[in-house]
């Protein structure tokens, strides 16, 4: 059984367009976070958000809008995308305890390539 | 502000041959956590430990073991008979006690176990 899923797994896509990943989480947690990767592996926390409420917006630019219509999903929508948008994003899960400490489970990733 | 420092950029061993990745953490947290998560080549990132600020036992499982050294600030990760398998991109992580105190991580240590 997958624990978080993310879909597409690739994504192609033409400067301008708008796209959507989604997320979904198998593991009754209560908090979800979405990362970018970029191409030097670096990975860094863009939003997060505990039992449908967003809880951290790390300076994302707003052409990114996550949404979570329920705890067990986040999805993220990016309009206008742009070349430096290209990157590995990750979907991640975990359960909530006050804080950020609870081991966090990722999706496998959907890498976004903008030509 | 918290930081994680791996300082290796690229390791490169022969299999069997042990290893050691450093990780080097800044924070002005008093409770914090630390974590170890691999991502191998075929791109999930994989949770492999999670450490708080008030147990400095070390662990091991398998080959796995994790020194903290709070004296030092620095969490390293040894790897013992190392196997081809273990070549992975592998990330230090920190995370404080407080209430929305974001996951950080290092910019990952490539290893490479060749046969």
């Known amino acids: 059984d997958t624990a978080v899923s993310q879909t597409p797994k690739y994504l192609v896509t033409q400067m301008g367009n708008d796209k959507s990943i989604k997320c979904e989480q198998n593991?009754?947690?209560?908090?979800m976070y979405w990362y970018k990767q970029d191409s030097k592996k670096f990975l860094k926390i863009m939003f997060s958000?505990?039992?449908?409420?967003?809880?951290i917006n790390e300076t994302v630019p707003n052409r990114f809008s996550p949404k979570s219509p329920d705890k067990a999903h986040l999805n993220l929508h990016i309009n206008s995308l742009e070349l430096g948008d290209s990157a590995v994003y990750f979907c991640?899960?975990?359960?909530?305890?006050?804080?950020?400490?609870?081991?966090?489970?990722f999706g496998d990733g959907t890498r976004l390539s903008i030509l | 502000a918290q930081k994680v420092t791996q300082a290796q950029t690229e390791i490169s061993v022969v299999e069997k041959e042990d290893v050691t990745l450093d990780c080097v953490y800044e924070?002005?947290?008093?409770?914090?956590?630390l974590f170890w998560y691999k991502q191998p080549p075929s791109g999930e990132l994989v949770f492999l430990i999670r450490?708080?600020?008030?147990?400095?036992q070390n662990e091991i499982s398998g080959r796995y073991s994790w020194n903290f050294q709070k004296s030092t600030s620095s969490f390293n990760f040894t790897i013992t008979a190392s196997q081809v398998v273990d070549s992975a991109v592998y990330f230090c992580a920190l995370s404080g006690g407080g209430a929305n105190s974001k996951l950080t991580f290092g910019k990952g240590i490539t290893l490479s176990v060749r046969p």
């Open positions: 958000y505990n039992n449908k409420e967003l809880i």
């Open positions: 593991l009754g947690h209560d908090t």
């Open positions: 991640a899960s975990s359960q909530w305890a006050g804080a950020f400490n609870q081991p966090q489970h």
């Open positions: 450490r708080n600020s008030f147990d400095e």
């Open positions: 924070t002005r947290d008093t409770t914090y956590y």
